[in-house]
């Protein structure tokens, strides 16, 4: 079945330094989703992706498609301690949004 | 706007028991998911309601768990009988529609002893 996988499963940086986590997916994904996660709390939507290639900032956050569908990335510009947390991605491939979350990647920030 | 509402927040109970837990979606999501949320894993999909009928439930384990959406609104996710391997958050969310973002309720922690 359809598989979305994470890496790296943990990142610890220093306040400041930059963060990318990455999410693969063994087919062609519709469109994807990323998802934080604090801890002790739910899933917290972040974005949508759905064109190939496509590329989105939010503020420190960019967040990027890759052109065969299959792949994206998160990168955090200088992680701050509010960024604490796992953050998930989540690929569809149905026509009802049926998502499919990868592991995650927890990310510990020290000031 | 209110969130998705979950309850309970806690449940513990012995393996072979039952359980049920409770969700009151946004108010005009039509879209209704139920998600198991193993400790360390990302969230997977036991099952998703349109209105009130079931988009997909092939990961349900049919022969212990149930859900129905009653009227398209609040739904519940009963276990009976219950196994060690169930304990986890249950996680209910909600969308406008199919092809939305979904909102996350705070979940229900259980535990199987």
């Known amino acids: 079945g359809q598989q979305v996988m994470q890496i790296p499963q943990y990142q610890h940086v220093q306040e400041g330094e930059d963060f990318t986590t990455y999410c693969n997916s063994s087919?062609?994904?519709?469109?994807i989703q990323w998802y934080k996660q604090r801890p002790g709390g739910h899933p917290v939507f972040l974005i949508q992706?759905?064109?190939?290639?496509e590329v989105k900032k939010q503020k420190r956050l960019t967040f990027q498609f890759g052109e065969a569908k299959k792949n994206s990335s998160l990168h955090i510009t200088a992680t701050q301690t509010t960024d604490v947390g796992t953050y998930f991605c989540a690929g569809t491939t149905g026509g009802y949004n049926k998502l499919i979350f990868g592991a995650g990647t927890r990310l510990a920030v020290h000031p | 706007e209110a969130g998705v509402a979950q309850s309970p927040r806690y449940k513990i109970i012995e393996k072979r028991q039952s359980v049920a837990f409770w969700c009151n979606p946004i108010s005009g999501h039509a879209t209704l998911y139920w998600y198991q949320q193993i400790l360390g894993q990302g969230p997977k999909l036991l099952i998703q309601f349109q209105n009130n009928g079931v988009v997909d439930d092939s990961q349900l384990p049919k022969d212990r768990f149930s859900a129905e959406r009653l009227k398209g609104v609040d739904s519940t996710l009963k276990i009976q009988p219950a196994k060690l391997e169930d304990s986890a958050v249950y996680l209910c969310?909600?969308?406008?529609?199919?092809?939305?973002?979904?909102?996350f309720g705070p979940g229900t922690r259980l535990t199987v002893l």
């Open positions: 087919t062609t994904l519709s469109n």
């Open positions: 992706l759905v064109k190939s290639g």
């Open positions: 969310a909600s969308s406008l529609g199919m092809s939305y973002e979904q909102f």
